[in-house]
């Protein structure tokens, strides 16, 4: 990247940047650029835009598609991430390429009195305006879907570093979609034992196919979990709700500490394409989405 330079005799005015240096000032750019077209979003949803919008170069695609294995996949991301950002992806949806935003708060832990252990508190349901007879109309077209999910986390103040999978994080949250054999009650009752009735089982489900990384990444560590989809459109129709749930960290076990009864906040930002064939995703969906008008 061609940028300024500090003058000196005979140096001239411009020099070349690159690596990390370069990037940082970019992402800052696309970040400035979305709070501009937006200057309502949450850090959570421009941090979530930011990360959804980006995509593999040709070089990158390359190794992906060559990997053999889920763990070979996870090893190219930690190499990787997910691409290259693009502020276009970012701010706008495509008619064939919709993307839903949901910014919503969660309170993670409750315990029983004055106990020091918690437990999970609540899990959040978004059923998301979907193009549900467009996609049924498309029958076994191949499509895809990406689904980001962005938080902050109180980092331990304590030095015990990173010994443990749940010492840094205050808390973690974690998605779920809902699959093509199920109907909502029984998509809420296998990610919420709270709706189910006493001694009820979810129902038993084979791990899904279709996700690129696969739920071990969807619960890596960290505050910033996304994975891509490729499937039928007939079976994209069925998936329109997510469910956003809480899994363990500090503040769980740390009574004192816990912010859980002020909530925290989290984005979960959704998109659907159709890459091969031209089909309207968007007009339908901005149909069902009440304009808000303010006076």
Do not use: C
């Amino acid at each position: 990247m061609l940028t300024t330079r500090l003058q000196r005799p005979g140096e001239g005015y411009f020099t070349t940047t690159r690596d990390t240096s370069a990037a940082t000032a970019q992402v800052a750019a696309i970040a400035g650029d979305i709070y501009a077209a937006y200057p309502n979003l949450r850090p959570e949803t421009v941090r979530a835009l930011i990360v959804h919008s980006a995509q593999w170069t040709d070089a990158m695609q390359a190794r992906f598609d060559g990997a053999e294995t889920k763990k070979k996949l996870v090893n190219l991301l930690r190499r990787y991430g997910m691409g290259v950002p693009s502020l276009d992806r970012a701010v706008y949806s495509a008619s064939n390429a919709l993307t839903l935003i949901a910014e919503a708060s969660i309170h993670p832990y409750e315990r029983d009195g004055n106990a020091n252990d918690g437990k999970v508190r609540e899990m959040n349901l978004h059923q998301l305006p979907w193009p549900i007879q467009q996609l049924s109309d498309l029958g076994e077209t191949p499509v895809i879907m990406r689904v980001t999910l962005s938080y902050f986390v109180e980092p331990n103040p304590s030095s015990r570093g990173w010994a443990g999978r749940y010492v840094y994080n205050s808390h973690g949250l974690r998605f779920a979609t809902r699959r093509p054999e199920e109907n909502i009650d029984s998509f809420r009752q296998r990610i919420n034992t709270r709706a189910r009735a006493d001694g009820e089982k979810p129902l038993s489900l084979d791990t899904e196919k279709g996700w690129l990384f696969g739920s071990d990444q969807q619960k890596a560590p960290g505050s910033l979990h996304t994975d891509i989809w490729n499937g039928t459109a007939t079976d994209l129709a069925s998936k329109e709700a997510v469910a956003v749930y809480p899994v363990a960290g500090w503040w769980k076990n740390r009574r004192l500490y816990d912010q859980s009864d002020k909530g925290v906040d989290y984005s979960l930002v959704v998109s659907i394409e159709s890459p091969t064939v031209e089909v309207d995703l968007w007009t339908p969906v901005a149909r069902q989405i009440a304009t808000v008008i303010e006076v």
